[in-house]
């Protein structure tokens, strides 16, 4: 009898362990003019897939202004394992791009901390790895990590710090990404999406600066 017990024992926390380490995290993404959409990050290993959806929305306030949010479709997969981030955009003004991303990133960590969705995170904010850097299009950006969670990765493209980031404010924009909850479960293997036109990281980040002849050409060609 105790050695079935102990089977079954070691059978449970083989898949608790197993469970550590995939997990669907789900965030509340928050815009200017009180816009709402949740977002999710599926996490399997070191790999992650956060993707980002919305549609065209308009918002009308109390106070009599009106915003436009125009459809958003991003994905970003990146592998913990080759430092590779990838990025698939598609907005109402373009269609398809890919890139991919520097898996560099510096951050400056600070002794601030807070609670947040019931985990202590502790504040971090990104430096520019040179001057003129384009990847971070914000002031800066401020992202709120927890050790409380076996992960070291997080929305967008933001990562590399000793935690999951839980949080993501965007200095000089009225956005924020802040965590609802996160499920341990097993996670399904996720296919990457390759079907758009391969431009540079800075290129998608500002797509307005792609050349529109070029990119009509390659539209046309399927490239």
Known sequence: MTKYVLLAYFAILSFYCSAQTEAIVTYNF??????KIETTLRIKGSKSYYSHYQDNTEINTDEGYTFWHYKNDIDWYRDGETGEVFEQRQTMKFPILNAQHPSEL???ILEETQMIAGFKAQKAVTVPLKEDDTVFPYKQLIAWFTTELPFDTGPERYFGLPGLIIKIEYVGRKESCTLKEIRFREVEEWTIKNDGIQVTSE???DPYEIDKKWLKEQ???GK
């Open 30 to 35: 928050e815009s200017f003019g009180g816009f």
């Open 106 to 108: 510096k951050w400056e």
């Open 203 to 205: 290129q998608l980040i």
């Open 219 to 221: 539209k046309r060609s």
